[in-house]
């Protein structure tokens, strides 16, 4: 026997600024017209679940925190074989990883303050497992003893490298005038050419 509660509570975000995010995009929603006006533009709202949106310091700070909460939670309530998919502790340098536990948490989260059980029953049967197989398919054993570095980091140098950033863009030109011709001759006969 253990002093261990038999489940552990899912970590809802508690801090101000992340909380003030959630809030809004929900009243951006669900309020009034006079809340939504107030809200302004929803698209420019910070969306937790794509961590790019969130801008502002302390906004940002507390959803790293939360995450790994979440983090640590799944890994203690949902990986009983490690072999099956425990998130790395190394995770904050994995960016797919980042996007991924930023989705299944907010997920979860919806999940939970849901007022049936379907929710959290999909979470489950669809989230949850479909993380697990990108997780093994992205990371393999990499970071299973120690992080390792980036093993397409050469191979995303050259991608953006200057001379082959520039063959894509003239690529991407002939295309456009391959596929509208009428349009090419407009801009060369406006351009004088």
Known sequence: ???????????????????????????????????????????L???????????????RQELWHWL?????WFNAEYVWDPTAG???????????LVHEIAVLADQRRRAGIDTSSNSLEEWHRYAVP??????????KSHCDEHHQAWPAR?????????????????????DIRASFPHAARQADHASGR
């Open 1 to 43: 026997m253990t002093d261990r509660p038999l489940a552990l509570p899912f970590p809802m975000p508690d801090g101000p600024e992340l909380s003030a995010a959630f809030l809004d995009l929900y009243m951006a929603a669900e309020g009034d017209d006079e809340t939504k006006e107030k809200i302004g533009d929803p698209a």
């Open 86 to 96: 425990m998130i790395p502790p190394c995770w904050p340098e994995h960016p797919h």
């Open 154 to 174: 050469a191979r995303q140098n050259r991608h953006v490298s200057t001379g082959l950033d520039a063959e894509r863009l003239k690529s991407f030109a002939a």
């Open 68 to 72: 790994d909460d979440v983090v640590t």
């Open 45 to 59: 709202l910070p969306r937790p679940w794509d961590p790019p949106t969130c801008r502002k310091r302390q906004l």
């Open 130 to 139: 479909a993380f697990l197989d990108r997780l093994r398919q992205r990371t």
